[in-house]
C-alpha cells in the first residue's frame, strides 16, 4: 500500500482480555518496527522485525506481550491479559531496512490507541 | 542519563522568527539523526534526516550534527502557527539495537 496501516485505529477492552493489534507495512519494506507512545510522553520502543525475524525484543515490557511477522509482511502484536497501564497509543514503522544509512528512515502508521478499563 | 534528550519546552516564539531546538544523546557511535513533526493526536512523520558533523538545509528547516558534542539541532526559520507541534529528536545508536531511539520531544508554539 501507500503508507503504513494499522488497524483498528481505536479499541476498548475489559482488563484481563486478549488483544490482538495488526499493522501492514510499506510494501518492499523489510524492516518493522512497534513503538507505544503513553499520553503526552515519548516513544518506547517495543520490538524490531527484520523480514521475519525479530533480532531486537529489548522493549517488550512483560511476558504478556508478543509479536509476529509473516511473510516479511504483516505483523501482529498481541498483549495477553491487559492491564491498565497497557492503555496507550500502539504505533507501527517500516523502513526499507537495506542497511544504508539513508534507508534507516522510519515511516509511521496512525496508530491504534488502545484503552483498558 | 536518558538516550537521547530534549527539552519538553513548550518553546514559544512569534510568527516569522526563528525556531531552535535542541537534543543531545549519550552513544558516541550514533551514525544516523532524524528530526521527526507530531501534530497532536497524529503520528510522527519525518521533516529532517541528517548523517554527517554540518549543516543540512531543506527549505525553511537546518539540521545541524556535531558528533564531537553529541548534539544535534533544528532551526526553523521563518517560523509559522501550522510550525507549532511537537518535535520528536530520533538517533540509529552505533552499536546494540537497531531500532530509532526516541527523545520526549520539544512541544514548540508559533504565537500569531
Known amino acids: 500500500g501507500a503508507g503504513v496501516s494499522q488497524s483498528p485505529s481505536n479499541k476498548v477492552t475489559e482488563k484481563g482480555k486478549d488483544v490482538e493489534l495488526r499493522c501492514d507495512p510499506i510494501?518492499?519494506?523489510?524492516?518493522l518496527y512497534w513503538y507505544r507512545q503513553s499520553l503526552g510522553q515519548g516513544l518506547e520502543f517495543l520490538i524490531y522485525?527484520?523480514?521475519?525475524?525479530?533480532?531486537?525484543k529489548s522493549g517488550l515490557p512483560s511476558d504478556r506481550f508478543s509479536a509476529e511477522r509473516t511473510g516479511g509482511s504483516v505483523s501482529t502484536l498481541t498483549i495477553q491479559r491487559t492491564q491498565q497501564e497497557d492503555s496507550a497509543v500502539y504505533l507501527c514503522?517500516?523502513?526499507?531496512?537495506?542497511?544504508?544509512?539513508?534507508?534507516?528512515?522510519?515511516?509511521f502508521g496512525s496508530g491504534t490507541q488502545l484503552s483498558v478499563l | 542519563q536518558k538516550e537521547v534528550e530534549q527539552n519538553s519546552g513548550p518553546l514559544s516564539v512569534p510568527e516569522g522568527a526563528i525556531a531552535s531546538l535542541n537534543c543531545t544523546y549519550s552513544?558516541?557511535?550514533?551514525?544516523?539523526f532524524f528530526w521527526y513533526r507530531q501534530y497532536s493526536g497524529k503520528s510522527p512523520e519525518l521533516i529532517m534526516s541528517?548523517?554527517?558533523?554540518g549543516d543540512k538545509e531543506d527549505g525553511r528547516f537546518t539540521a545541524q550534527l556535531n558528533k564531537a558534542s553529541q548534539y544535534v539541532s533544528l532551526l526553523i526559520r521563518d517560523s509559522q502557527p501550522s510550525d507549532s507541534a511537537t518535535y520528536l529528536c530520533?538517533?540509529?545508536?552505533?552499536?546494540?539495537?537497531?531500532?530509532?531511539?526516541f527523545g520526549s520531544g520539544t512541544r514548540l508554539q508559533v504565537q500569531p
Open positions: 514503522a517500516s523502513s526499507l531496512g537495506s542497511g544504508l544509512l539513508m534507508d534507516e528512515k522510519l515511516f
Open positions: 510494501s518492499g519494506h523489510t524492516a
Open positions: 522485525f527484520q523480514g521475519n525475524s525479530a533480532p531486537d
Open positions: 552513544d558516541r557511535g550514533s551514525q544516523s
Open positions: 541528517i548523517y554527517s558533523n
Open positions: 530520533a538517533v540509529k545508536g552505533g552499536t546494540g539495537r537497531r531500532a530509532l531511539t
